[in-house]
């Protein structure tokens, strides 16, 4: 068989895999979105119509995004990933859709697109239909048979609800090979996700490397440092708290925490405003999929009414409420996206309140170079946001509590798992170089040999 590295190759993003076996059966291993690259210069090095079978280990865009793409440049197969994958993968491509299609209509109106015809929008929304409608839910620990000579299964990897490893056995010549796609690895003990499942023994790994070069900081449980934050910023001043988040999967964690900590009385009677349409939306496909949560959360949901809601939690659904929000004098939590402070709602929260010397801005995630947020954690005193130039006088503290990403330990637990005598090669993938880098002396000095980090195109005969 021949793989080959079409995305997340020395770099983060993009993630796409191309499996052949030797008979010419041809698997897409995610098919995701490059940040890195113009929109106008997206497109594939294969083509779409020789694809036979797609897996996706979740439903990330750079995992996911050039789905739509595939289908309306011919693929017109079956996409295989766990029942909460399916339902996520439909919202975040739809929002994706919404998001591009207002970026068509910005651009015509500014001429950018040279008198074309705003055809593209509907295509878009079509492509993202046609997708969904050829997606089968496969439940983790399944071995499913594709063909009597290939088989997948999907374990759980924590990264997100229905994130998935990818195992597949390829029978050739007589003899069974085998291969794992670790997707994202996720972290022991993350609000509402299974622990990462133990996977067995594999011939190949293609092992991601986020956090191959770093350790995360927060080792106390979210409950705690969440409620300490609340503490100083409501209760101790009082003022507001504004947390950042994504609207799918950091949203949801941080719901369930607050959530524990007002049924162990801890969080004030204050109101806590979740200023996300989407982040609501993806709260109920959580709750649609209660199954695949972690034990913990399935107990809690047994013994109380909801995982997520709770008193004073107030859903914001129209932006002229959002904007109401903003006269709200008495203390309050405000979640909302965009994480990054890229984007979204949270952007006029933050311009209102930064200088606000009562509100703390607690950001939950990595932020990207050039973001607001980014801004923010390396400590600037006058941001531009949305235009405006403000000074910043609120408290920023920054956790990576709730960072569904594991850290360098929590990789080399997952490749430790295998045997460095039997494990015939490691690609390291879904990383800057110097996190691949790292995390291949690492693995060196643990024992292990064989170990790629390939350029983008790079095939290999296993």
Known sequence: MKLTFYGAAQQITGSMF????????????DCGEDFE???EDKGFSFSPKEIDLVLLTHAHLDHTGMLPSLYSLGYDGQVLCTAPTASLTNLILNDAATLRSKNIRRK?????YGGRK??????LVDSVAEAIDRFISIEFYRRFEIKSNLFVTFFPSGHLLGAAFIYIE??????????CFSGDLGRKNYPLLPNPAIIPPVDYLVCETTYGSRVHQKTELPEAFLYSVIKKTCIDLPGRLIIPSFSVGRTQALL???NKLAKENLLPPIKVFADSPMAETCTRIYEKHEAHMSEDAQKFQKENASV??????????SFKESKAIASHIEPCIILSSSGM???GRIQQHVKKNLGNQYCTILLVGYCAEGTTGSFLCKGEKFITVKGQSVTVKANIVYTDIFSGHGDKNDLLEFVKQQNPKTLKRIFLVHGEPESMQSFKESLTNEGFESIETPTKGATFNL
């Open 108 to 112: 015509f109106k500014r001429k950018q």
């Open 37 to 39: 690259v113009k929109n």
């Open 341 to 343: 402070i890229s984007g």
């Open 18 to 29: 191309l499996l052949e076996t030797e008979e010419g059966f041809k698997l897409l291993i």
């Open 256 to 258: 369930y925490t607050l």
């Open 308 to 317: 997520f809601d709770f008193d004073n939690l107030i859903p914001v659904a």
């Open 170 to 179: 390829i029978l050739e010549k007589g003899e069974w090979k085998t291969i």
């Open 118 to 123: 705003v055809s593209d929008e509907k295509e």
